[in-house]
């Protein structure tokens, strides 16, 4: 079965550099999830959209911003990087409109800021 | 605001030994509640969910029940194997509806001896 795409997996920048990682949801799903996860620590909701609109917000820090494409897939705009942002983000997808609430995660973007 | 609460890890057992994983939760309203598995390096997979009180999630010989009286989804396994060693996270979402984020507890690492 199609999982949730990730791109790129692993991703190194400087800091004060911009990155932009992809997601791409299982096919049909609609609503989009962007989760941080910091070495040793559960993830943390940043940001989620629904239909292409966002619909929640979380600890997302103002340097970082998010969109929901028309083939639902979404792109996490990253800019003026820290060192603190150093951390696996993973994409979750799913389809809320049928009754399922479960969210499917993709396999994460490993960013490394030095 | 919502919270989950997990035993901390790591958690040591011999193969075929029965698990439990404790988990509570704080959350105004009905929230459905989940179990992620993070094996090294992976992403998070949807181990089980229950979405109302006394609901019972299995799969793979896992198995949580929703009691909303103990606000608990405690997960168990009668026998478990090396291969179930990995980071457990119990999760809730606060509504039954579009475009709401996941809360995770802290997450508990298993390690099963041979």
């Known amino acids: 079965a199609a999982g949730v795409i990730q791109s790129p997996r692993h991703l190194i920048k400087e800091k004060r550099e911009t990155a932009t990682l992809k997601c791409y949801p299982i096919p049909r799903h609609d609503t989009v999830y962007w989760y941080q996860q910091g070495p040793g620590q559960d993830p943390q909701f940043l940001i989620s959209?629904?239909?292409?609109?966002?619909?929640d917000k979380g600890s997302i820090p103002d340097r970082f911003s998010a969109q929901q494409f028309s083939d639902y897939h979404s792109e996490l705009n990253m800019s003026s990087l820290e060192l603190g942002d150093s951390a696996l983000y993973f994409c979750a997808s799913s389809q809320p409109g049928t009754g399922r609430y479960e969210q499917y995660f993709g396999p994460g973007t490993r960013l490394t800021v030095t | 605001g919502n919270s989950v609460t997990q035993m901390e890890g790591p958690v040591t057992l011999s193969e075929e030994a029965f698990l439990t994983i404790n988990c509570t939760y704080t959350a105004t309203g009905y929230p459905s509640l989940f179990w992620y598995v993070q094996y090294p390096g992976e992403g998070l997979q949807l181990l089980l969910k229950?979405?109302?009180?006394?609901d019972k999630g299995s799969n793979k010989g896992f198995e949580a029940t929703y009691r909303k009286e103990t606000t608990s989804f405690h997960l168990e396994k009668g026998s478990v194997q090396v291969s179930d060693s990995a980071v457990y996270f119990c999760?809730?979402?606060?509504?039954?509806?579009?475009?709401?984020?996941?809360?995770f507890g802290g997450g508990t690492r298993l390690m099963v001896k041979p």
């Open positions: 229950a979405t109302k009180a006394d």
């Open positions: 959209f629904y239909e292409k609109m966002q619909s």
């Open positions: 999760a809730l979402s606060p509504y039954n509806n579009a475009g709401n984020m996941l809360t």
